[in-house]
């Protein structure tokens, strides 16, 4: 069965997404879990665009060396030598370096973006080829919107960047324009015209901008595409990229018909799909295929019948096999610590160290105070928000609230910090906004709530609440989460999370420059 590359790329065309803001801590965390999932190829990010970007591939590059060496680390730069420079000395620490160098090949952006004839553009492309491979041996060289390029300037440049050393040839679909018959036939002339081709990758990067990101990927995987590009999530550059998830489980569940495999593991999906949806914000749908909180629920009474006579009548994957055993019971009011650490390592999470286990094990058991049952989902969500927590400047000792038809919100809180426990009231729209006027009064730091989402962990009355909000602070953006079986009070502890975030000097500094392509 023939073996098919996966470049995520969700740290940095995903990091593109509007809104998204991850600091260095939360992308070394990320690409950690990408690396368990079995991922070839991390592109980690774009050096050039800011200190923080290429601190982040500088910071990637040593810790996926030190735990995972099998996997490359990719640094993007364009077909400019101070990019190539720099992303070099991002990627110099792995054991596998890759400088992933592009430029635009279509009339409309190289006549108006880059104002260079075509001639001029292959002469950069391939000076950057050669610079590049005068640092690392593994060169990537993509044509932006090759979609919308000249299939024999396509021809011409890729033979001219595997000439000069490329390893790997990408063909983006920048802006989703492309369907899969168009993309599949591309990737076929491409192989078939393109000299040296057979001796180097061929690879896919296609978005969503009509839905099609993940259809065309596979069409080109069909037409002879040997790698494909792809975001946890399908996160990315406005409607996003090809969602790995899909991809991989579309060529999984269907090798019978595609005929290749990954080397992801596939339980893991699951679990990558939350934590970046945690970091970056971006809640998961819940009808996102394969990772979406429905795709394995089946509500309709024919279909729950025809599931409970044969898992397979509406079923043409397992839950287990991406990782979910959603709504499960694991443990009771009586589990002891041991068969509580016993679930942790069941659920994945076998190298937390003790003294998280230990307050997981008090929120574990402050939870089954409240809720009637715990579910594997519960201790997952459990888990995700420990991840995240920095050292607690602020605690939220208390909010109270009340709030009604025909009356005014009022809510207060009571904060503790180094110097002191303080208390405030105000009056809102709603409990929330009330909450969060009274924490604002008692933090003194002015904050713009620029997203706030909620979500049912599992289902049922007692369901834990999680909030997620992003928030701004002069010139940083921030996300903060809470869990409660109260949503009001999951919602303050967002808002802690936040200050608290703000006060270890996490967050991301929105005055620096934005990664393009
Ligand atoms: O969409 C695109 O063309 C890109 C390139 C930089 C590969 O993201
Ligand atoms: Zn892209």
Not at 46 to 68: K, L
Not at 261 to 267: K, L
Not at 470 to 498: I, Q
Request: negative net charge; hydrophobic residues 45%; contains cysteine.
């Amino acid at each position: 069965m023939a073996h098919v590359k996966i470049f995520d790329t969700t740290l940095r065309d995903g990091e593109q997404s509007p809104g998204v803001a991850l600091n260095v801590r939360e992308k070394v965390e990320i690409a950690r879990q990408l690396a368990r999932l079995g991922v070839d190829v991390i592109e980690a990010g774009f050096p050039i665009a800011s200190d923080g970007d290429f601190e982040a591939v500088r910071a990637i590059a040593a810790a996926i060396t030190a735990e995972n060496p099998r996997v490359i680390v990719a640094g993007l730069a364009r077909a400019a030598r101070g990019d190539i420079e720099r992303a070099a000395q991002a990627v110099e620490a792995a054991g596998h370096p890759r400088i992933h160098t592009f430029i635009a090949t279509s009339p409309i952006h190289m006549e108006k973006k880059l104002v260079l004839t075509p001639d001029q553009v292959v002469e950069r492309a391939v000076e950057s080829v050669r610079t590049a491979k005068g640092f690392v041996d593994d060169v990537e060289f993509s044509a932006e919107d090759a979609g919308r390029s000249d299939r024999d300037f396509l021809v011409r440049i890729f033979t001219e960047a595997i000439r000069a050393g490329a390893t790997t040839v990408n063909v983006p679909d920048t802006v989703g324009y492309m369907t899969p018959w168009e993309y599949g036939d591309l990737i076929a002339y491409l192989r078939a015209h393109v000299e040296g081709i057979d001796a180097v990758d061929v690879s896919t990067h296609c978005h969503d901008d009509l839905g099609l990101a993940v259809a065309n990927s596979l069409a080109g995987v069909r037409a002879g595409a040997t790698q494909v590009e792809c975001t946890i999530n399908g996160i990315g550059e406005r409607a996003g990229n090809a969602g790995l998830e899909e991809i991989v489980m579309a060529l999984h569940t269907r090798r019978d018909f595609w005929g290749h495999s990954t080397s992801i593991e596939t339980r893991e999906l699951y679990r990558s799909s939350r934590l970046v949806a945690m970091y970056t914000g971006m809640v998961v749908p819940p009808n996102k295929a394969v990772v979406g909180d429905n795709a394995f629920a089946h509500e309709s009474g024919i279909h729950q019948d025809g599931v409970l006579k044969a898992v397979e009548t509406y079923e043409i994957m397992s839950a287990e096999t991406v990782g979910r055993d959603a709504g499960v019971l694991v443990m009771g009011k009586h589990s002891g610590r041991r068969a509580f650490r016993k679930t942790l390592v069941d659920l994945g999470y076998a190298e937390l160290p003790e003294d998280t286990v230990n307050l997981l094990f008090k929120r574990f058991k402050d939870l089954c105070d409240r809720k009637q049952s715990v579910t594997s989902d519960d201790i997952r969500a459990l888990v995700d928000v420990e991840a995240t927590r920095v050292p607690a400047t602020y605690v939220l000792e208390m909010v109270q609230f009340q709030s009604g038809t025909g009356m005014t919100p009022v809510a207060t809180v009571r904060l503790t910090t180094d110097t002191g426990t303080y208390a405030e009231a105000a009056t809102g729209d709603g409990p929330v906004d009330a909450v969060y006027k009274a924490l604002e009064r008692v933090a003194q730091v002015a904050l713009v709530l620029e997203s706030y989402e909620i979500r049912s962990v599992g289902s049922g009355k007692d369901a834990l609440g999680e909030v997620t909000v992003r928030m701004r602070s002069e010139g940083r953006a921030v996300h903060g989460r809470g869990l409660s079986t109260d949503v009001v009070e999951a919602s303050a502890l967002a808002y802690v999370d936040v200050l608290n975030k703000l006060a270890a000097g996490v967050g991301r500094d929105l005055a620096a420059p934005v990664a393009q392509g």
